[in-house]
């Protein structure tokens, strides 16, 4: 699903009006996934890039710094002010109009990060980010959303996010992050692999059975991640989003009330705490990376 560009930070609500709500519900609850296409202009991203490549590069000399997910593929937590493009991310009226329909008025934002498939980077296994809440389970609700963007025209030898339709309600038995190999042929015939360009932003479900792919060109892949809760989820204990005073008291009412986070007068080293052991091998495979196109869209 693809809804169309909305820029700006006026007439907001008038803005967010434009999505509908059944086609963003129809997709989430449906596919897992859905995008919105240009969403940003390219110098905002470009400013994205750069201060991703900063922080980046900060957090790889620093011990624990950056958390592995695989063979030369990171994830860093960052705090929202680092990024000068936050403010317009967060309140962008496709991403308030998508948390709002999914996890209601009262939706937080609780992870900003970023991850960076590099060079060498290996296949991940199939997995979901975290273990299914029983809300999920036994109440069919969706409870929490990531946003992805782009920071690159990803291109099919830069390992490519694929994702596989519908299994955000798969269950299984074992670990309940990880299904085990028999299911893999299942969500390999399903996956669908997304090639995003810059400016667009994908909002999927982090149950949404998916995996990294290898990385086989020359460049790294940063994209930005935005983690949001339903008032009842507990994402928010697995990250610390951290705001300073001045930069909190800065911030319009309409994205403060929407941050779950720690307020602090000086920023402190972020405790990169998200760690997913089962990811950290990457898993060696052969030169077909399955999966069909399946729309452009995704992280």
């Known amino acids: 699903m693809e809804q169309g560009h909305?820029?700006?930070?006026?007439?907001?609500?008038?803005?967010?009006?434009?999505?509908?709500?059944?086609?963003?519900?129809?997709?989430?609850?449906?596919?897992?996934?859905?995008?919105?296409?240009?969403?940003?202009?390219?110098?905002?991203?470009?400013?994205l890039r750069a201060d991703i490549d900063q922080l980046f590069a900060q957090a790889l000399a620093v011990e624990g710094g950056a958390l592995n997910r695989g063979p030369n593929r990171y994830y860093v937590e960052v705090h929202p002010e680092r990024l000068r493009s936050f403010v317009a991310i967060a309140s962008h009226p496709?991403?308030?109009?998508?948390?709002?329909?999914?996890?209601?008025?009262?939706?937080?934002?609780?992870?900003?990060?970023?991850?960076?498939?590099?060079?060498?980077?290996?296949h991940q296994p199939w997995h979901r980010d975290f273990a299914a809440p029983p809300e999920t389970v036994r109440g069919r609700r969706l409870s929490s959303l990531a946003f992805n963007i782009t920071t690159v025209d990803?291109?099919?030898?830069?390992?490519?996010?694929?994702?596989?339709?519908?299994?955000?309600?798969?269950?299984?038995?074992?670990?309940?992050?990880?299904?085990?190999?028999?299911?893999?042929?299942?969500?390999?015939a399903l996956a669908q692999r997304k090639l995003p360009k810059v400016g667009d932003i994908s909002a999927r479900s982090a149950l949404t059975i998916h995996r990294g792919t290898a990385n086989r060109s020359s460049l790294s892949r940063p994209v930005l991640v935005l983690g949001a809760d339903a008032p009842d989820a507990t994402n928010a204990i697995k990250h610390d989003l951290q705001l300073s005073r001045a930069f909190y008291d800065s911030l319009p009412d309409a994205l403060r009330r929407h941050l779950a986070c720690r307020v602090v007068e000086q920023l402190e080293p972020i405790r990169q705490a998200h760690t997913i052991e089962g990811?950290?091998?990457?898993?060696?495979?052969?030169?077909?990376?399955?999966?069909?196109?399946?729309g452009s869209m995704g992280g």
Request: hydrophobic fraction near 40%; charged fraction near 20%.
């Open 6 to 47: 909305a820029v700006g930070q006026h007439g907001q609500e008038s803005q967010e009006s434009q999505f509908e709500v059944a086609e963003i519900m129809r997709g989430l609850y449906g596919d897992g996934i859905i995008a919105c296409r240009a969403a940003f202009a390219p110098a905002l991203i470009a400013e």
């Open 94 to 122: 496709w991403v308030r109009a998508v948390c709002s329909a999914v996890l209601g008025p009262e939706y937080r934002i609780v992870e900003v990060g970023f991850d960076v498939p590099g060079p060498g980077a290996m």
């Open 154 to 188: 990803v291109t099919e030898d830069m390992g490519p996010f694929e994702i596989a339709p519908g299994t955000q309600w798969d269950l299984f038995e074992g670990d309940p992050m990880f299904p085990d190999q028999s299911l893999w042929p299942r969500y390999e």
């Open 279 to 294: 990811l950290k091998t990457g898993v060696a495979m052969g030169g077909s990376m399955g999966g069909s196109m399946g």
